[in-house]
């Protein structure tokens, strides 16, 4: 049995973010960064019970959901920010990981949103789901 790399995670979230911000996110400028065979980190991933669409679409998630709530950036850029070619795709996949729209997502929790629209547990629930993989 492999031997887990508990830092792999964690280090593939980072340098994703970076690719992200770059606007060169790929499976093949990832193991470019990483300097390994893009079969050995399949294999990785595997041993952590992941996949690299599983990992990415995580990063996304989290910079959509940080931009959503803390930025008044239009939905069309943040869109872009993550990879997503155009807001149609971007919508489709946050409404699969949050059960909402970009915009009521936004409405619901972001920093300025009234206590009373942020409480209950289908909205703790809608803010913190993660991505299915």
């Known amino acids: 049995m492999a031997r887990l790399d508990r830092q792999l995670v964690p280090r593939l979230y980072r340098s994703l973010r970076l690719l992200l911000i770059e606007g060169t996110v790929s499976g093949d400028a990832l193991v470019r960064q990483l300097a390994v065979h893009r079969r050995t980190l399949n294999r990785r991933l595997q041993d952590q ?43 489709r996949a946050f409404r699969g990981w949050s059960g909402l729209a970009p915009a009521a997502w936004r409405a619901r929790f972001s920093r300025g949103a009234p206590a009373s629209v942020a409480s209950g547990a289908s909205a703790a629930r809608a803010g913190e789901a993660r991505p299915r993989g």
Do not use: H, N, W
């Open 49 to 91: 019970g992941t996949t690299f669409k599983a990992l990415l679409d995580d990063v996304r998630y989290d910079i959509a959901r940080q931009l959503l709530r803390d930025t008044q950036m239009p939905i069309l850029e943040i869109s872009g920010a993550i990879g997503y070619a155009d807001g149609s795709c971007f919508t």
